[in-house]
C-alpha cells in the first residue's frame, strides 16, 4: 500500500484532496492529474480520516476509466471492500435490481441492446402501417432525445411540436414504452431515467443511497447530461458532500445530451461551492500548451484558465500544407516510418481526425509502408457498411454469380423486400441448384404474391440496368452510377452527424476509384475490386504496437508521443454544420483543443488544398482554428508524385502565410528543394483557381539500389516489377501483379529484390 500518495501532489493538487466538506468542483486542465487527485482524495478519506469504504461512491463513464480507478485504489488504501466505483450505468444497475419493484418492474429486468431497440420499433411501425426504413431512426433518436432530458411523449411532443412527424413518433414512443413494461425489460437510457424516477417519487430510496454514501465522487462532470446531473444532486442531498472533477474546454459531447452548463453553473447549483483549478500539466511540452491555450481563449463559454508546464520548450507545432488528400497522408506515412526506422514504436503516434472518412488516405499510405495501424471511432475504411453495401453491387456486375453479393444488397437500399421473400429466394435456389441472381431474374416463377414479385423485378431491372449501361465506362464512372442508378445516397437523406460521414465516405469511395484508374490505366473493374479485397485484407499485427488512426472523440483521454491532428479544412474541422452556430462551434473548438493536447513531444497539424468531398474535388479554405493560432506554427511545403517541391499559389481565398515563414530564402513555405532544374506548370480546379507549381528536380546521375525491370516483393502487395526510378532513385513506381502501380519511397518501402 502506498503512505507516499500525497507527498507526489503540487500545491495546487493538494487543496481539493483536504478539503472533505460539503461541495467542491476542481477544473482540471487537460494533463493536470485529475485521476491522481480524485484517487488521492479517497485514499486520503480511508487512510487519515477514518471514513469507511462503504461510505464512498466513485462515477466515472467508462469501464477503463472505472478499472483504472479501482487498481490505483487498491494500491493506496488497506481495503476497497464496499466501496462502489464504476460507471454511473453499472451503479444504477446496482440501485435498480434492488428498487425497482417500486416502480413496478420485476428485479430480474432485461437489458436491451440498441439492436434490440430497433426490433421492438421496427416491429411496432410495422404493426402500424408504416415504413420502417421511413420512420425507424427519427423515433429512435427522439426517443432516446427524449429521455436524455426527462421527457414523457407527451412533454416531448409539447416542447417540438413544429417537427416534422412528431405525432407519428411519440405515438410510437408511447407503444415502445407499453412493449418494454410488457416485456419487463428497459433499454439504455432507461437505467438512467429509472433510477432518477426512483429518488423522485420515492424519499426512502433517495435517503437510503443520500444517507449510505457519505461522499460522493464524479469524474469528467462535464460529460454529465440532465438526467446524470439530477441523480448527482439527489445522490448527495443528505450530507451535501459531492466533490466532482472535470474540465469544460474538453466538454464535447453536446451531440449526444451532455450539457456543458452542469459544470459552468456549478456553484449556482451547490451553494458554497469551492473551486479549485489545477493548470499545471505533466504531459506535453511549453510549445504544445502555448498553442492551446492560443486556441481555446477565443471561445467565450469557459472557466478561465492557462496551462502551464515545467516540461522543456519542445519543437515548435509544424503546419503540413498538402496539394490534395492523398499527398497528405503520404507525408505524414513517410515521417512516421522514418521515426520508426530510428528506434520509434508504432504506438507513439496517432492520426486524429474529425470525422472518421478521412481514414481511408491513411490506412491506403500506411498499407504501402508496412506501417501497423488500428482504426478506432469507426470501422476501417473498406470494412464500413455502406462501402461493403456499394462494392457488393460492383461485385455483381462482375460476378453475378456472387451470392452473397447479391443477397447483400437485394434490399439495399430498402424496396420492400422482407426476410422472408429473401427466405423463399434463397430456398428456392437451393432446391433448384441455381444462384440467387438466376432465381431473381426468374421472379415470376417464385411462389409469391405481386407484390413481392414486383419489388424483385425492380431489383432485377435495377441490376440489369447497370451492367448493360457499364460496358463501355471507366471504373470511377461505373461507381458512380451505381450511386445513382440505386439512388444510394436517399438512405442517408436525414440530416446527421452519421449520415453526413456515410455521404462522405461514399464520396472517398468515388475518390478511390478515380486513384486507382489514373496510375492503372485502362484497368478493369475486377482489377479494381482485387485491389481492394487486398487493401481490406488485415494482416494480424501486434496489438501492443500500433499507430492509432482516430476520431478526436474517440482519444479523449488518452496521450501520444506524437500527434498528427489531420484534415483542418473549413466544414471538415469544424464540421460544417457547426459553422453557423455559436454554440456549436465553441464545441468544435473544444475538440481541437483535445486534440492538440492529446500530444506529448511533437505536434502536427495538416491540411490539403484540395480535396474530394460531396461527388467533386474543390479547392478548400483552411480552418479557421488554423488562423487562430498560425503565429505559432512552423509551416512547412510538401512533396507531390515523389518530388521536393516550392510552390506559389495564385488565389487568394485563404490566409497568407507568408509573414510566419521560417526559411532564410523568404519562400513562402521554405521547403528544401534541389536546385539543378526547375519547371512550371500549372493546375486547374473545379472551383476556377489556379496553383502553379514550381518543382526542382536533381539532374545527377541516380546511385539507386532499383532500376526499370528489376522484380521486387513487398511484405502487403506481393511480386512487382519496378517501371520508373524518380529523384536519384528516391521514390520508385513498382507494378504489382493484383495491387496495380504503387508510388514509393525506396529507402524505407518494405521492399526485397527478388532474386
Known amino acids: 500500500m502506498q503512505t507516499n500518495y500525497l507527498e507526489k501532489l503540487n500545491s495546487e493538487q493538494?487543496?481539493?484532496?483536504?478539503?472533505?466538506?460539503?461541495?467542491?468542483?476542481?477544473?482540471?486542465?487537460?494533463?493536470?492529474?485529475?485521476?491522481?487527485?480524485?484517487?488521492?482524495?479517497?485514499?486520503?478519506?480511508?487512510?487519515?480520516?477514518?471514513v469507511n469504504p462503504a461510505e464512498i461512491l466513485a462515477i466515472t463513464f467508462t469501464n477503463k476509466a472505472a478499472d483504472e480507478m479501482k487498481n490505483r485504489l487498491a494500491t493506496m488504501v488497506p481495503s476497497v471492500d464496499g466501496m462502489w466505483v464504476s460507471t454511473i450505468h453499472s451503479m444504477c444497475v446496482k440501485i435498480l435490481r434492488s428498487s425497482i419493484t417500486f416502480l413496478g418492474y420485476d428485479k430480474n429486468f432485461s437489458i436491451y441492446s440498441e439492436d434490440d431497440k430497433e426490433r421492438v420499433l421496427k416491429r411496432i411501425l410495422t404493426e402500424k402501417g408504416l415504413e420502417a426504413d421511413k420512420y425507424l431512426k427519427a423515433c429512435k433518436n427522439a426517443i432516446s432525445d427524449a429521455k436524455n432530458a426527462d421527457l414523457n411523449p407527451q412533454e416531448y411532443k409539447d416542447e417540438n411540436v413544429r417537427m416534422p412527424n412528431v405525432?407519428?413518433?411519440?405515438?410510437?414512443?408511447?407503444l415502445y414504452e407499453q412493449e418494454l413494461k410488457r416485456a419487463n425489460a428497459l433499454d439504455f437510457d432507461d437505467l438512467l431515467i429509472k433510477t432518477l424516477h426512483l429518488f423522485m417519487e420515492f424519499d426512502e430510496i433517495c435517503e437510503y443511497y443520500s444517507r449510505r454514501f457519505t461522499y460522493v465522487h464524479i469524474d469528467e462532470f462535464q460529460d454529465t447530461n440532465t438526467v446524470q446531473y439530477k441523480i448527482a444532486r439527489y445522490l448527495s442531498s443528505y450530507h451535501g458532500n459531492i466533490f466532482v472533477v472535470g474540465d469544460d474546454d474538453q466538454s464535447i459531447y453536446g451531440w449526444r445530451g451532455a450539457k456543458i452548463q452542469n459544470i459552468l453553473e456549478f456553484e449556482k447549483h451547490f451553494r458554497g461551492a469551492k473551486v479549485y483549478k489545477l493548470e499545471?500539466?505533466?504531459?506535453?511540452?511549453?510549445?504544445?500548451?502555448?498553442?492551446?491555450?492560443?486556441?481555446?481563449?477565443?471561445?467565450?463559454?469557459?472557466?478561465?484558465k492557462v496551462l502551464w508546464t515545467e516540461n522543456e520548450v519542445g519543437e515548435k507545432p509544424e503546419l503540413y500544407v498538402s496539394m490534395d488528400e492523398t499527398s497528405e497522408a503520404e507525408r505524414v506515412a513517410l515521417n512516421i516510418k522514418s521515426q520508426i526506422n530510428k528506434g520509434k514504436k508504432a504506438s507513439d503516434f496517432a492520426v486524429l481526425m474529425r470525422v472518421n472518412a478521412l481514414s481511408r488516405s491513411f490506412e491506403q499510405e500506411f498499407l504501402k509502408y508496412n506501417i501497423p495501424y488500428k482504426v478506432f471511432g469507426g470501422f476501417k475504411f473498406f470494412d464500413r457498411k455502406e462501402i461493403k453495401d456499394l462494392t457488393a453491387y460492383l461485385r455483381i456486375?462482375?460476378?453475378?454469380?456472387?451470392?452473397?453479393?447479391?443477397?447483400?444488397?437485394?434490399n439495399v437500399p430498402r424496396r420492400g423486400i422482407g426476410d422472408k421473400t429473401i427466405e423463399v429466394i434463397k430456398s428456392t435456389a437451393s432446391e433448384k441448384g441455381t444462384s440467387v441472381y438466376e432465381q431473381v431474374s426468374a421472379f415470376n416463377e417464385l411462389p409469391l404474391g405481386g407484390s413481392a414479385k414486383s419489388r424483385i423485378q425492380d431489383f432485377k431491372d435495377t441490376i440489369y440496368d447497370i451492367m448493360m449501361a457499364s460496358l463501355d465506362k471507366s471504373v470511377p464512372e461505373i461507381v458512380k452510377l451505381v450511386i445513382d442508378r440505386t439512388d444510394f445516397l436517399s438512405q442517408f437523406a436525414e440530416s446527421t452527424e452519421e449520415n453526413e460521414s456515410k455521404k462522405m465516405n461514399v464520396n472517398e469511395l468515388v475518390n478511390s476509384a478515380e486513384e486507382f484508374s489514373k496510375i492503372n490505366k485502362g484497368a478493369s473493374l475486377t482489377d479494381y475490386l482485387g485491389s481492394i479485397t487486398l487493401s481490406s485484407d488485415t494482416d494480424?499485427?501486434?496489438?501492443?504496437?500500433?499507430?492509432?488512426?482516430?476520431?478526436?472523440?474517440?482519444?479523449?483521454?488518452?496521450?501520444?508521443?506524437?500527434?498528427?491532428v489531420a484534415g483542418l479544412d473549413e466544414t471538415i474541422f469544424p464540421i460544417s454544420r457547426a459553422c453557423d452556430s455559436q454554440e456549436e462551434l465553441e464545441e468544435e473548438r473544444r475538440l481541437m483543443y483535445v486534440a492538440i493536447t492529446r500530444a506529448k513531444r511533437e505536434l502536427y497539424l495538416t491540411r490539403a488544398r484540395s480535396r474530394y468531398l460531396y461527388g467533386n474535388r474543390s479547392i478548400t479554405q483552411e480552418s479557421r482554428f488554423l488562423r487562430e493560432i498560425m503565429p505559432l506554427l512552423s509551416v512547412k511545403g510538401n512533396l507531390v508524385n515523389g518530388y521536393s517541391a516550392q510552390r506559389s499559389y495564385g488565389y487568394g481565398n485563404e490566409t497568407s502565410y507568408r509573414n510566419y515563414s521560417n526559411s532564410s530564402d523568404g519562400s513562402e513555405f521554405g521547403?528544401?528543394?534541389?536546385?539543378?532544374?526547375?519547371?512550371?506548370?500549372?493546375?486547374?480546379?473545379?472551383?476556377?483557381?489556379?496553383?502553379?507549381?514550381t518543382l526542382r528536380v536533381s539532374n545527377k546521375p541516380s546511385s539507386a539500389k532499383y532500376s526499370v525491370g528489376m522484380k521486387?516483393?513487398?511484405?502487403?502487395?506481393?511480386?512487382?516489377?519496378?517501371?520508373?526510378?524518380?529523384?536519384?532513385?528516391?521514390?520508385?513506381?513498382?507494378?504489382?501483379?493484383?495491387?496495380?502501380?504503387?508510388?514509393?519511397?525506396?529507402?524505407?518501402?518494405?521492399?526485397?529484390?527478388?532474386?
Open 671 to 693: 521547403y528544401y528543394a534541389d536546385e539543378n532544374t526547375s519547371y512550371g506548370r500549372t493546375k486547374s480546379f473545379n472551383s476556377g483557381y489556379k496553383v502553379t507549381e
Open 14 to 50: 493538494i487543496k481539493p484532496v483536504m478539503d472533505t466538506d460539503g461541495a467542491v468542483l476542481v477544473i482540471a486542465g487537460a494533463g493536470s492529474g485529475k485521476t491522481r487527485v480524485l484517487t488521492s482524495r479517497i485514499a486520503y478519506l480511508v487512510n487519515e480520516l477514518g
Open 540 to 564: 494480424e499485427m501486434d496489438e501492443s504496437n500500433y499507430v492509432s488512426i482516430a476520431t478526436v472523440h474517440a482519444v479523449k483521454g488518452l496521450e501520444f508521443d506524437t500527434v498528427y
Open 712 to 755: 521486387v516483393i513487398h511484405k502487403k502487395f506481393g511480386k512487382g516489377t519496378v517501371i520508373a526510378v524518380k529523384a536519384e532513385g528516391k521514390f520508385i513506381d513498382v507494378a504489382f501483379v493484383g495491387a496495380g502501380i504503387k508510388s514509393l519511397a525506396s529507402e524505407i518501402a518494405p521492399l526485397e529484390i527478388d532474386k
Open 397 to 410: 456486375i462482375t460476378n453475378p454469380l456472387d451470392n452473397e453479393a447479391v443477397l447483400r444488397v437485394i
Open 280 to 304: 499545471q500539466n505533466y504531459r506535453s511540452t511549453k510549445n504544445i500548451l502555448n498553442l492551446a491555450n492560443l486556441i481555446i481563449r477565443n471561445n467565450q463559454k469557459r472557466k478561465s
Open 167 to 174: 405525432g407519428v413518433i411519440t405515438e410510437v414512443f408511447e
